[in-house]
């Protein structure tokens, strides 16, 4: 029997990040799907979008246009932009999802967030500082829900394929090869389907003993969870 | 000699959180101290804040009320307030500093944070996501500037003695006392002259390889970074 | 298809700690499963049980019988079993293995260690150093073998039942049940299949960027990878 | 007054490692130094090295020549050798300190161990497995003895000159400085009087509330505890 048989899996923002990559295989897997694709997660969104019934497992994949500035050069706006796009429609996502999953005893909330604030990259701290967030709301999250049989976790990658931040153009390039040499253990870009299955893996039955985790999956670019 | 003998040093919210410990310690070692206390901290309230000239050590001390819900209870202006008072307010200071102590060539920015988001606190999720968001820019702001001989780090404290979080009236609580005699190895709440020694450490002409470093300071109840 | 559909699968101490539960769960995912039920580990040993061709996957499954003293009371026989157990047999059999798969150009080690030197435990240093050298071990072996297409990851459990260190006996005590509560968020001891299916994550073909990483699974009593 | 002043305070291997620039500090700061010059720190040693009464600070600072292999490399001599000198005789000294520590309601013990196991690095697996094995027992040796009023605390330190693990020599070579450039935020070595600095503020009568903790010091090189 395929693992997520039945299983009713929002996942938002479905066209980015690794939208596309944890839908074919939790649609493999028998999830029975509902795609959202984007939008500013407001609370009335929030409810329409929840309107059809709870799921039993929500993909809060959020993704923002990658952005670089030494700390001089941050633009109030584009700082904006990270915790608007990142951080506050998780915690948006996450206030509505908690009391009807407490409530029914029951639920899984699995975000892919990033790896870059566990190590920390320079030019990129407005972007670490957002993630940072994510990540530091999902542990706590998760902590608060795990006795209620709901299991809050975050992917917290870097180096995977993705349109928004690894997309093909800049993989071939032959700075970004060098780079990956040098600071890469495993010497490669993963391909979006290693994010899915560790998805797949939180969005599993028997997966109730992982709480408020932010798991690195880095290829060996950071292995602490800091 | 004092340590910080004829060192220019700004304190931020010197009347909140740890300003007032940190600043009776630094002013025994000999600072020259430059006192804000409170206010958006925008940029132009920070130009004017420089327009003595650029400090040799920023204590960029931030605090906001306390805050505990649930996560269905959190409330928009409850999450935006936390943001406001430390996330924000922390960018624009690191923003107006970072050029000109590059420049010069030398510098310390030393924040006070929290432990909470190293180890995660249920009914703290606001909280815990804007803590995080300082930690994990300041790691990535102190690996930007390391080359320039400017030192970033971040004392992530918790059960320290203070008006904002730890006022007496809450250590006197025998529910509180009970909550530390479980959860603190050291079993007990230290003074604020804790923090002031070590932000003192940190402000020392002899601390230039700590870098990006989120320092717990718990009494054991976090040793981690997270 | 089954995940390990003819996956040659060496399980070392099959008989203890995860051992029985992660060999129930590979067989079904059609490994081809060689068990090991305890020895030495040494390179004589470990020869004979690598005769028969170099296995895809191998499971470090290492554990010691529990042990606590205060600091003072350590035995120097209890240290080193500890040592002898844990520590020496994990070096000697990455050190047999990971020659001939990088030769190869394949393979996997997961080895169960435990969380307990990531948050500490008091009156149970002894086991902390002895985890702590296998985690930190694990960690640098990962990242050397990364570039290699070799993964090598643990998992650092606590709270999980089996029958070395959480044996249903102790399971029953009341004592037992109001240490759950309160300190581990999930308030329950996992089943060994939790431990078995994040094995099995480990082991699947599609898991290549997940290197040198510590993952705990503790139900929330520690979060980081300390 | 100076900080250490009357201390009395034991320092091991004072001629290696980074032994000779804390012995020059603490000097500097008042303290009653007794300095013990190497050895197999058995427990007839530490019961001669402390019959002149128990010390109120012991630097544990304990070095092993450096040695690098790949994993398949590991010999069984060196891989002993490493827990002989730096694993065993840290638990042999904790042992011997925390009774009459404890007895006494104050004391304090400084480690120097390495920042090498809280990232990993490959070709050192057998070094970061001993360290990493110091640091899991400090940790819960610190939250152990937290409560009796005795401070455990580790400086993991990484890119610290001297004479053991970063001498003169290797310093000066293109191949290393090229190394610092790409891998070191701070991009250069420390002086070893930044460890002792740290070591001072860990040995100051107003260091109480940090315990068990493993503090990076290192550049940058890493920033979390791991």
Redesign the interface.
């Known amino acids: 029997m395929a693992i997520l048989q039945d299983k009713k899996v929002l996942v938002t923002s479905a066209g980015d990040y690794m939208g596309p990559a944890i839908v074919e295989l939790f649609r493999q897997e028998g999830a029975r799907l509902s795609c959202d694709y984007g939008g500013s997660y407001s609370d009335d969104e929030l409810r329409a979008l929840l309107a059809s019934g709870l799921p039993d497992i929500v993909v809060a994949n959020l993704a923002a246009p990658p952005q670089t500035a ?3 050069n ?1 633009e109030d706006q584009d ?1 904006r932009l990270l ?1 608007d796009k990142l ?2 429609p998780l ?1 948006r996502l ?3 999802l ?2 009807p999953m ?1 409530e029914r005893g029951r639920g899984k909330i699995i975000a892919v967030t990033s790896a ?11 972007y ?10 999902l ?9 209620y049989n709901v299991q809050v976790n975050a992917i917290a990658q870097n ?2 394929r993705n349109s928004t931040y690894y997309p093909d153009d800049l993989l071939e390039k032959e700075a970004f090869q060098r780079h990956l040499q ?1 600071l890469v ?4 870009v ?1 391909e979006g ?2 994010t ?3 998805a797949l ?1 939180l969005a ?1 039955p ?15 670019w ?5």
């Open positions: 030494a700390l001089e941050i700082w915790f951080v506050d915690m996450v206030r509505a908690s009391g407490k870059a604030p566990l190590r920390g990259i320079p030019h990129a701290s407005a670490c500082a957002a993630r940072g967030a994510q990540n530091s709301f542990r706590a999250a998760g902590l608060e829900l795990a006795k180096y995977v040098q253990p495993g010497k490669k993963a389907a290693e899915a299955q560790l893996y599993g028997h997966c109730t003993h992982m709480v408020g985790q932010i798991l690195p999956l880095a290829g060996g950071t292995t602490t969870t800091g």
